[in-house]
């Protein structure tokens, strides 16, 4: 499966972004999907993650309660809705899946199929 995100782009504190993943190549609805963040001089980390069906959603603590994942599965799409901003939610963010399961969701060795990432940068 091929994966194309979009929608970074800069923008103040306190203020809001929507990524988009569109998928191609396989049947996007039996994948469960996830976005990770990436700044600079640090590690790959989890940020959201959603079932295949979309009944199930996991979200890391430092965007909890301003960060929701959704998907709709007719579009090939899932999007990362980022409320709230903050100057450390700057980074590049990807979107992936796994081929298999997903229990252990926030871990990135989880995932098979990666974009090539949007960057999110956020201004003081």
């Known amino acids: 499966v091929q994966l194309v995100e979009s929608g970074g782009g800069l923008v103040q504190a306190g203020g809001s972004l929507r990524l988009s993943c569109a998928a191609s190549?396989?049947?996007?609805?039996?994948?469960?999907m996830g976005w990770f963040r990436q700044a600079p001089g640090k590690e790959r980390e989890f940020v959201a993650a959603?079932?295949?069906?979309?009944?199930?959603?996991y979200y890391a603590d430092s965007v909890k309660g301003r960060f929701t994942i959704s998907r709709v599965n007719d579009k090939n799409t899932v999007y990362l809705q980022m409320n709230s901003l903050k100057p450390e939610d700057t980074a590049v963010y990807y979107c992936a899946a796994p081929e298999g399961g997903m229990v252990d969701y926030s871990n990135s060795s989880t995932y098979d199929y990666w974009g090539q990432g949007t960057q999110v940068t956020v201004s003081s």
């Open positions: 190549g396989r049947t996007f609805s039996r994948y469960h």
């Open positions: 959603i079932s295949w069906s979309g009944g199930s959603t």
